[in-house]
């Protein structure tokens, strides 16, 4: 049989339809997928010269296909590195009353920006501002769609057309595009390096200064440390500066501390009040790393700066919504009432003990192995976690871990049936294990887990085997 008495063996779009419907699936999906499917055989039968499929498994892909596309694209996976601020994975997971806010005001109208009291137009800011000031000492607050955007805005205001002050040693990269050199050329500042990546003295900022000099700014070096033999110029030693030369001076303090958590005071970390105490005049982070709450960048500090980032036309671009608000609000106020410790998940799971991990690995290994048998050689060991988001690169949370070894299959290959699963689970691989970690386990997961990990080693629906590229993208080790 030639190429093309094999082609003329397909059927055609309509007959493919009409052996699909009756699924109550839209005509126009069904069709439109139908046409897809059709097409991919066509080319697979020119290319190969292979013979066609079963009418039967035409249909059962066209359905597939239509399913995949009437299913969210955007769905909760679990997470299982023990990465707790994984980027890749929609950063901090909200605590419940931050959801329950997110609902109050999702559905319907709320007083967003008019002032119930008197009846006149309010400012959105204002359902944080204070609350953002009793928790750091600032005297005014400002909350933007992410810490890129407040850093942006600030330099765009305060410095655009003059010189902002920066050490090498603090020229950071996060994840990619943010990047203190191209937001600072973005932004309309000019940026004056000072120092060297591994030494930078006051004397250096001080020979910068200039009449051009509009700030000195300090930039948390989120995710990497400079070790060795280093100087740099402390917060204190910066503000000296500034006070001396009549200079603001801005700490882009990347991941946002709000709480004094044993694990960021050995990482070194210190709170924003902090910064602000030190004499800092201006300090901007994120709202979804370590504060964990809404992605978000919050701006505190002096008031006449403040106020002079709310004029500005660019904040209309970058303002956040009711949604974003309602949910920072909650957590500042869990912060404010001193429940943060308990109820925001990203301070908890930071925090939680490795007996209590340890707990939770035997209890997963136990609903495990009264099923699987032979299947998957588990096995418990220690091991350690990472906060993740460019934050405390050399923190190692202690952990353990729950190790699989997979008898019919790789650990790349249960991993892609993990990730593909219902729902996705999102695992660490080493050395042909498949590595689970239940500090980043959702309170009440582990029966969820370990079904999808049995339906994952079986090959259940929704769970195609075979379909890992040998040693390819699996290998993945999510640690951002
Ligand atoms: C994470 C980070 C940013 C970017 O913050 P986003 O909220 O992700 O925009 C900027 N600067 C530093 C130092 C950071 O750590």
New binding site residues.
């Given amino acids: 049989m030639d190429k093309r008495d094999r082609l003329r063996q397909l059927p055609a779009v309509h007959e493919l339809v009409n052996r699909c419907s009756g699924a109550g699936c839209p005509t126009h999906l069904l069709t439109a997928a139908a046409r897809q499917v059709l097409e991919r055989w066509r080319k697979k039968i020119l290319e190969n010269g292979i013979d066609p499929p079963a009418p039967g498994e035409l249909a059962a892909e066209t359905a597939a296909l239509v399913r995949s596309r009437l299913s969210p694209s955007l769905r909760p996976v679990i997470n299982a590195t023990g990465v707790v601020l994984h980027?890749n994975l929609g950063?901090a997971p909200l605590s419940e009353a931050a959801c329950q806010a997110v609902a109050a005001v999702a559905g319907g109208y709320c007083n967003l920006e008019i002032d119930l009291e008197t009846g006149s137009r309010g400012e959105r800011y204002s359902h944080v501002e204070e609350l953002l000031c009793d928790l750091t000492g600032a005297q005014a607050a400002l909350v933007v769609?992410?810490?890129?955007?407040?850093?942006f805005l600030a330099l765009h205001v305060l410095a655009r057309g003059r010189e902002v002050v920066v050490g090498r040693g603090e020229l950071?990269e996060?994840?990619g595009s943010?990047r203190?050199p191209e937001i600072m050329a973005q932004s309309g500042a000019i940026l004056r390096e000072v120092g060297t990546t591994n030494k930078t003295y006051p004397r250096d900022y001080e020979r910068a200064i200039g009449p051009e000099t509009a700030l000195l700014l300090k930039?948390?070096?989120?995710?990497y440390r400079v070790v060795g033999f280093t100087r740099e110029v402390s917060r204190q030693e910066l503000v000296a500066i500034g006070r001396s030369y009549r200079i603001p001076v801005m700490e882009?303090?990347?991941?946002g501390v709000f709480f004094d958590l044993l694990e960021f005071r050995e990482a070194g970390e210190s709170l924003i009040g902090e910064s602000l105490a030190a004499g800092v005049d201006l300090v901007?982070?994120?709202?979804?790393?370590l504060l964990g709450g809404p992605?978000?960048?919050i701006i505190v500090g002096r008031a006449d700066l403040v106020q002079a980032l709310k004029e500005s036309p660019l904040l209309r671009v970058l303002r956040v919504d009711k949604m974003t608000l309602a949910a920072l609000e909650a957590t500042l106020r869990l912060y404010l009432e001193g429940k943060a410790e308990e109820a925001v998940p990203v301070l908890r799971m930071i925090s939680l003990k490795n007996s209590e991990i340890e707990r939770r690995a035997i209890f997963l290994k136990e609903m495990l192995s009264a099923s699987l048998g032979e299947e998957c050689k588990l096995e418990i060991m220690p091991g350690s976690s990472r906060v993740g988001?460019?934050?405390l690169p050399l923190a190692e949370l202690p952990t353990t871990l729950l190790s699989l070894r997979p008898g019919k299959m790789t650990a790349a290959s249960l991993a892609g049936r993990l990730r593909r699963g219902d729902p996705p689970v999102i695992v660490r691989i080493w050395e042909d294990r498949v590595i689970i970690d239940p500090r980043t386990l959702a309170p009440g997961e582990e029966e969820q887990l370990a079904a999808a990990l049995k339906a994952a080693l079986r090959g259940e629906p929704g769970t195609p085997a075979g379909e890992e590229k040998a040693g390819g993208e699996s290998d993945w080790i999510p640690l951002s």
């Avoid at 930039?219 to 995710?223: A, M």
């Avoid at 901007?284 to 790393?289: A, E, N, V």
């Fill in positions: 980027t950063r769609n992410n810490n890129a955007a407040a850093v950071v996060i994840g943010f203190v930039v948390h070096p989120s995710n882009d303090a990347g991941s901007t982070c994120s709202g979804d790393k992605q978000a960048g988001g460019g934050s």
